[in-house]
């Protein structure tokens, strides 16, 4: 069965360092997702992408991040100078096509940052 | 604002007993219902779907609908300690990004 693949699983940054998380959404999904979730609290949507640029994206969505869909298959996320309360849990989904289609998460990357 | 209410719980039931997960959701021009599991520390994985009112069934797991009252429900029969886990519901409107309860803690105990 296609998947959402994540990489890497675990990252661990110093405080204001750049980050980029990878993501290789399903092969025929249109629509991609980046979510956070902070360690207990709820799935929270940061943005989403569908041809070839943002289509929503959230309060938490701000100047730090960005996201690139550099070239047929992978989707990353930027993190430009991390804080310490980007410490979290990133999703990546996608879904399509077809919109209020059901998302497929990857693992995820856990962001730690120090 | 939309919201997305689920008892955060934990809900416990006996191993082999019916699970019930409840979910409200404030928006009335809602169209599409998930519901994910999410065990600790890992990704949601999507169970179940419904657009329509009514019941959906998939094996041990039914979704229920009720648009008139908001309201939308996740039922386990026979549930097995594997699946013990969060649930989370999401919902979207016009947009299609859903938006995701905090999740009800299910506990099945042997």
């Known amino acids: 069965e296609p998947e959402v693949t994540q990489t890497p699983s675990h990252q661990v940054t110093q405080m204001g360092q750049e980050v980029i998380l990878r993501c290789v959404p399903i092969?025929?999904?249109?629509?991609f997702y980046w979510y956070r979730q902070i360690l207990g609290q709820k799935v929270e949507f940061l943005v989403s992408?569908?041809?070839?640029?943002?289509?929503?994206k959230s309060e938490i969505f701000d100047d730090q991040f960005s996201v690139e869909r550099p070239d047929g298959s992978n989707f990353t996320l930027k993190i430009r100078s991390t804080k310490l309360e980007d410490s979290a849990m990133y999703f990546c989904?996608?879904?399509?096509?077809?919109?209020?289609?059901?998302?497929?998460f990857g693992d995820g990357t856990r962001l730690s940052i120090l | 604002q939309k919201e997305v209410e689920q008892n955060s719980g934990p809900l416990s039931v006996p191993e082999g007993a019916i699970a019930s997960l409840n979910c409200t959701y404030s928006?009335?021009?809602?169209?599409?219902f998930f519901w994910y599991r999410q065990y600790s520390g890992k990704s949601p994985e999507l169970i179940m779907f419904?657009?329509?009112?009514g019941d959906k069934e998939d094996g041990r797991f039914t979704a229920q609908l009720n648009k008139a009252s908001q309201y939308v429900s996740l039922l386990i029969r026979d549930s097995q300690p594997s699946d013990s886990a969060t649930y989370l519901c999401?919902?979207?409107?016009?947009?299609?990004?859903?938006?995701f309860g905090r999740g009800t803690s299910l506990i099945v105990h042997p």
């Open positions: 989904a996608s879904s399509g096509p077809g919109e209020h289609q059901p998302q497929h």
């Open positions: 992408f569908y041809n070839n640029e943002i289509s929503e």
């Open positions: 092969s025929n999904h249109l629509y």
């Open positions: 419904i657009y329509s009112n």
């Open positions: 928006d009335r021009g809602s169209q599409s």
């Open positions: 999401a919902v979207t409107g016009g947009s299609y990004i859903p938006t």
